[in-house]
């Protein structure tokens, strides 16, 4: 149905796409991965007409017999939606947060000159259709939990039934199983509606499982392509066998940790008016342990993780911190003890500010010491950066670098514990893999403590001495890391073990 010929890019001169050829077809699900800056995304906006100023192309991009590089804005607007529809990453920033869901979904169809009551009509088949039934067209983006913002977009790209659905990251920030029910019903729509897919993501499982054909892209080209397992049986390129080795980490090997506690909670309780957001949960963290925390959105791990880092008080229960009264207790000297390492570290750094003044920002806290400048180079240089970065802004960084830098932030107190809040959920698989091995590699060193909070199942076996798995502000089950995984107990563990995305172990025997 469409079809990229020799598709190059180049915006301002600086080659972006090289020669991409790709063939999508009518009811087949084909996967586009690769890490950040390889090209999947301009790939992706070349095909639906929204490259930025100064792009130029060469090749083609066939629709049956048309070239959409030829086409005209006017042109590419009975393209988009008829055609061709998009399903964004981020949820929250595609939707407009000041028009209810069956506005949006219904606008394109009232911009093609439909009466209200029936394109609101259509709008309700929509979202029925994304299992949306329950929600009112009268909702607003922000009453909705993400994995229903993510379907509301799904169902704006399908309102005029495209024959191709391009689909960019879609489940990168969604906990395991509403990521799998928004993965089944795009392999539902591909199948039910016989529309063309383009599932583009650096996350291998979810191609495995979803996918007919795989595209593997590197620095603008497609070094490798064929039927999934083919590829996954049988790829040839350094590249590709990269990602899936970095895509199956290790589980962590056993430790005998010593019973030393460095972070203590002892039956907290958080509650919102009549919710109870986190419910008499105890844990204990020792010295030079990975304790990990998953559970979906909304089960309380981030309202817990804030209690702990007294940012929020507690309507009972004691936290402790090396022995003394921590949370909202703490004093300014304990609370440089405690370091966090957020999700997006672009969204937590002062884009003004060089890396200098944004490594050393913690010391707000203990006050400026005389070694300063020496110990933001000796953070960096720890997590495998130089003293020479010092001086350079976070925009010249890639996102593994920045992820680095935010650890030299939170190492530069010296801490005995550090929170990562989804510290690798926003990295591609090898970067993830890098900065993984380095977190290990300083918990060794350092004799660190950490709580690692996530989502990612994978992840957590990889760096995690024990886990503890929350449910509607509880802690449903804890204990080791491999008899949690190879022996969950409670039914809450086993859905989301078993709907985390996996390659097939014979795939890649």
């Not at 590419?76 to 949820?91: K, T, Y």
Request: proline share 5%; net charge negative.
């Amino acid at each position: 149905m469409i079809a990229l010929d020799r598709l190059s890019l180049s915006i301002h001169g600086t080659a972006i796409l090289r020669e991409v050829s790709l063939t999508l077809t009518p009811g087949q699900i084909t996967g586009l991965v690769g890490e950040s800056g390889s090209g999947k995304s301009m790939t992706a906006l070349a095909m639906i007409g929204l490259l930025p100023r100064g792009a130029e192309t060469k090749g083609a991009i066939h629709l049956d017999d048309t070239d959409l590089l030829t086409l005209t804005e006017r042109q590419w607007l009975e393209v988009r939606g008829n055609d061709i529809g998009m399903i964004f990453q981020e949820p929250m920033t595609a939707l407009n947060p000041v028009q209810t869901i069956g506005a949006q979904v219904s606008e394109t169809l009232r911009l093609r000159g439909m009466a209200r009551a029936e394109a609101l009509a259509i709008a309700r088949d929509k979202l029925d259709r994304v299992g949306l039934g329950h929600v009112p067209l009268d909702r607003y983006p922000h009453e909705l939990s993400g994995g229903q913002r993510q379907r509301v977009c799904i169902a704006l790209a399908i309102a005029r039934r495209p024959r191709l659905l391009i689909a960019d990251e879609p489940t990168t920030a969604l906990d395991v199983t509403t990521q799998a029910q928004i993965l089944d019903l795009l392999h539902d729509l591909v199948r039910e509606e016989g529309m063309a897919l383009l599932l583009i993501t650096h996350d291998l499982g979810v191609v495995a499982g979803l996918a007919d054909h795989v595209a593997v892209m590197k620095d603008g080209e497609i070094v490798e392509a064929d039927a999934t397992e083919a590829l996954f049986r049988t790829h040839a390129h350094p590249y590709t066998r990269d990602l899936l080795t970095a895509s199956q980490p290790a589980p962590r090997a056993g430790r005998d940790i010593a019973a030393s506690p460095v972070l203590t909670a002892e039956s907290v309780t958080r509650t919102y008016g009549a919710m109870r957001a986190v419910d008499e949960v105890s844990l204990t963290l020792n010295r030079g342990e990975c304790l990990g925390l998953v559970g979906e959105s909304g089960c309380g791990k981030s309202t817990l993780t804030r209690a702990l880092l007294g940012l929020e008080p507690v309507q009972s229960g004691a936290i402790t911190l090396m022995g003394k009264p921590a949370g909202t207790a703490m004093t300014r000297a304990d609370r440089a003890r405690l370091s966090v390492v957020f999700q997006d570290p672009y969204g937590s750094f002062n884009p003004r500010w060089t890396v200098r003044k944004l490594v050393q920002e913690p010391f707000h806290l203990t006050g400026k010491p005389a070694d300063a400048e020496a110990r933001a180079g000796e953070a960096l240089t720890q997590v495998g950066l130089t003293a020479d970065d010092l001086d350079k802004y976070p925009h010249q960084f890639s996102g593994g670098q920045r992820q680095r830098i935010a650890i030299a932030r939170a190492l530069i107190t010296r801490p005995d514990v550090l929170v990562l809040d989804e510290a690798v959920s926003a990295l591609d698989v090898r970067v993830r893999a890098q900065v993984l091995d380095l977190l290990k590699d300083l918990q060794m060193r350092l004799g660190l403590a950490y709580l690692f909070i996530t989502h990612d199942l994978t992840v957590v076996r990889a760096v995690a001495d024990r886990i503890l798995v929350m449910q509607a502000g509880r802690v449903v089950e804890e204990g080791p890391t491999s008899q949690v995984f190879n022996a969950p107990q409670h039914d809450y563990t086993k859905t989301l073990l078993a709907a985390a995305p996996t390659i097939p172990e014979e795939w890649t025997a």
